[in-house]
């Protein structure tokens, strides 16, 4: 096997994954330095060849979920140059966005925003290297620096080696088992691919399919949307296994739980009362859909019965019993969950609208798993380690069992970048002064 290229350089941090997650940090460590007086060398390396958020499901409809107001940095420093509204300053459409009188600006243009800010951080951002693992560098029994090994799309692997590392890695596609034999076929995919894949499909030159869009969420929602408005020659059925499309709760009181005061409330708490809230304000982000989406959903259904054309459906109370692919297409078995009786659809594609499992920092992490409690942070977002694991480990995206439901979302991201940015001086200034220790030790 090919050894990997490794550089001599030990950089302060590396963050895994460039999302909006670690672009916060980017910007709130730029802060930081101002008022530290030195910057840290941080290094960002995402997979994707540019800066994209979740680029393949940004149909043209899709609309952002949380206000505007809760961009990069607002909630922390309204002055700061990379809010969305000096981003739409800078693009000269601030007076055109106020007359669209919104908070809920399109993805497509968030996605914009997004890459706009990043486009600030391009020295410290490296694009095209998949992060594979997270190694400890064990010296004299102590891990003071990590080692951060990557592939790049031409499979050339590379070693780098940091102080301390923030995994900001994402969600990960939920596949149900059912699927699992259909992963290499291009008819059967998750909607985080929904663009890419849907464009190798025969609707996409307007000849007749029948597709299968698995889920009740927001994902599955602007499936049906989208093949609704953009596909013509599609009919399309929405499978879920929940009495009903539901909506997300974003009424103002319950809101209160994705500000950053909530992310104490529920840290402060007992694991069993965390686990509690969170279930509680479930149907605030999982399996619920806009109130908007539904309804326009609803109209079109009931527009089908006015015109006796029926295209699309959408199938409650139905569990996927069995998927398999036949001369006709793919045939799903589905049981209705009320009366237990069975029957069989067959489909020319399947959506998988299925969400997302938060497992990849267990996967980059494991070579350091027996050096951390279990991956459980603490209130900085630190993984606890045993002592001699001095290289500090940070978590984006992976604290919603201790930190709460904004903890995958947009929701506090500029407090959550300081927070982690201060953690992170204290740290390397601690191991700093502990050196400067040792060496004056050493000398006297
Ligand atoms: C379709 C969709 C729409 C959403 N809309 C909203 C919304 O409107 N409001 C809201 O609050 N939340 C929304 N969310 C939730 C979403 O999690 C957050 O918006 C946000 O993307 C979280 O940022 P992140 O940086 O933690 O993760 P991500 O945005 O997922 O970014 C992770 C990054 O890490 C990279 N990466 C992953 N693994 C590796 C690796 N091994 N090596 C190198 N790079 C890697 C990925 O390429 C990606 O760029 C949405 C989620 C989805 C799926
Ligand atoms: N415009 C936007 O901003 C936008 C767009 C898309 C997504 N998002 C965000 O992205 C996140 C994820 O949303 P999402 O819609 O992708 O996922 P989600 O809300 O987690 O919904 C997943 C759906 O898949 C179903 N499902 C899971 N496993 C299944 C199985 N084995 N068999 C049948 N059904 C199964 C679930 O059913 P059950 O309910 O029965 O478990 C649920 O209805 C949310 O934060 C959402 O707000 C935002």
């Given at each position: 096997m090919n050894q990997p290229s490794t550089s001599e350089t030990i950089h302060d941090l590396i963050g895994v994954g460039f999302g909006p997650s670690n672009l916060a940090l980017a910007i709130a460590l730029e802060e930081l330095a101002q008022t530290n007086g030195h910057a840290l060398d941080a290094l960002f390396i995402d997979k994707q060849s540019d800066y994209r958020w979740h680029g393949n499901t940004l149909a043209t409809q899709s609309e952002l979920q949380i206000s505007f107001l809760k961009d990069l940095v607002s909630l922390r420093n309204p002055t700061s140059p990379y809010s969305f509204v000096n981003y739409l300053h800078q693009k000269k459409r601030l007076a055109d966005f106020i007359n669209l009188g919104t908070f809920y600006p399109c993805r497509l243009e968030y996605n914009d925003y997004l890459r706009w800010a990043a486009e600030h951080?391009?020295?410290?951002?490296?694009?095209?290297?998949?992060?594979?693992?997270?190694?400890?560098?064990?010296?004299?029994?102590?891990?003071?620096?990590?080692?951060?090994?990557?592939?790049?799309?031409?499979?050339?692997?590379?070693?780098?080696?940091?102080?301390?590392?923030?995994?900001?890695?994402?969600?990960?596609?939920?596949?149900?088992?059912?699927?699992?034999?259909?992963?290499?076929?291009?008819?059967?995919?998750?909607?985080?691919?929904?663009?890419?894949?849907?464009?190798?499909?025969?609707?996409?030159?307007?000849?007749?399919?029948?597709?299968?869009?698995?889920?009740?969420?927001?994902?599955?929602?602007?499936?049906?949307?989208?093949?609704?408005?953009?596909?013509?020659?599609?009919?399309?059925?929405?499978?879920?296994?929940?009495?009903?499309?539901?909506?997300?709760?974003?009424?103002?009181?319950v809101n209160e739980v994705f500000t950053p005061d909530y992310t104490d409330l529920v840290f402060n708490q007992p694991q069993a009362e965390r686990a509690k809230l969170i279930s509680e304000y479930h149907n605030t982000n999982y399996s619920v859909v806009d109130i908007d989406l539904i309804e326009r959903i609803y109209g079109m259904l009931y527009r089908q019965k006015v015109a006796h054309q029926y295209r699309h459906a959408v199938?409650?109370?139905?569990?996927?019993?069995?998927?398999?692919?036949?001369?006709?297409?793919?045939?799903?078995?589905?049981?209705?969950?009320?009366?237990?009786?069975?029957?069989?659809?067959?489909?020319?594609?399947?959506?998988?609208?299925?969400?997302?499992?938060?497992?990849?920092?267990?996967?980059?992490?494991?070579?350091?798993?027996?050096?951390?409690?279990?991956?459980?942070?603490?209130?900085?977002?630190?993984?606890?380690?045993?002592?001699?694991?001095?290289?500090?480990?940070?978590?984006?995206?992976?604290?919603?069992?201790?930190?709460?439901?904004?903890?995958?979302?947009?929701?506090?991201?500029?407090?959550?970048?300081?927070?982690?940015?201060?953690?992170?001086?204290?740290?390397?200034?601690?191991?700093?002064?502990?050196?400067?220790?040792?060496?004056?030790?050493?000398?006297?």
């Amino acid at each position: 096997m090919n050894q990997p290229s490794t550089s001599e350089t030990i950089h302060d941090l590396i963050g895994v994954g460039f999302g909006p997650s670690n672009l916060a940090l980017a910007i709130a460590l730029e802060e930081l330095a101002q008022t530290n007086g030195h910057a840290l060398d941080a290094l960002f390396i995402d997979k994707q060849s540019d800066y994209r958020w979740h680029g393949n499901t940004l149909a043209t409809q899709s609309e952002l979920q949380i206000s505007f107001l809760k961009d990069l940095v607002s909630l922390r420093n309204p002055t700061s140059p990379y809010s969305f509204v000096n981003y739409l300053h800078q693009k000269k459409r601030l007076a055109d966005f106020i007359n669209l009188g919104t908070f809920y600006p399109c993805r497509l243009e968030y996605n914009d925003y997004l890459r706009w800010a990043a486009e600030h951080f391009a020295t410290q951002a490296v694009y095209g290297e998949e992060i594979l693992r997270v190694e400890p560098e064990l010296l004299d029994g102590r891990i003071d620096h990590l080692r951060v090994i990557s592939r790049s799309a031409q499979g050339h692997e590379r070693l780098r080696r940091a102080r301390s590392v923030v995994v900001g890695s994402g969600g990960t596609p939920k596949i149900p088992p059912v699927f699992a034999p259909f992963k290499d076929d291009p008819r059967v995919f998750h909607h985080s691919q929904y663009l890419n894949s849907l464009e190798q499909l025969p609707c996409t030159q307007g000849k007749p399919m029948r597709i299968a869009i698995i889920g009740s969420g927001q994902s599955a929602a602007e499936a049906l949307i989208d093949l609704n408005d953009s596909y013509p020659s599609v009919k399309a059925d929405m499978i879920l296994r929940g009495s009903a499309l539901k909506p997300a709760d974003d009424s103002p009181f319950v809101n209160e739980v994705f500000t950053p005061d909530y992310t104490d409330l529920v840290f402060n708490q007992p694991q069993a009362e965390r686990a509690k809230l969170i279930s509680e304000y479930h149907n605030t982000n999982y399996s619920v859909v806009d109130i908007d989406l539904i309804e326009r959903i609803y109209g079109m259904l009931y527009r089908q019965k006015v015109a006796h054309q029926y295209r699309h459906a959408v199938l409650c109370r139905r569990n996927i019993e069995a998927a398999v692919s036949t001369d006709k297409g793919i045939e799903l078995t589905l049981r209705d969950l009320a009366t237990g009786i069975q029957q069989t659809h067959v489909y020319d594609a399947v959506i998988l609208a299925t969400g997302y499992e938060r497992r990849s920092h267990r996967e980059l992490l494991a070579p350091l798993q027996q050096h951390l409690k279990d991956f459980e942070v603490d209130r900085d977002y630190r993984v606890l380690a045993s002592p001699e694991l001095n290289a500090a480990v940070y978590l984006q995206g992976f604290c919603e069992a201790s930190h709460g439901l904004s903890d995958t979302l947009l929701s506090v991201l500029p407090v959550r970048a300081a927070e982690i940015g201060q953690s992170l001086y204290q740290s390397l200034g601690q191991r700093a002064s502990n050196a400067r220790a040792s060496a004056t030790l050493a000398s006297a």
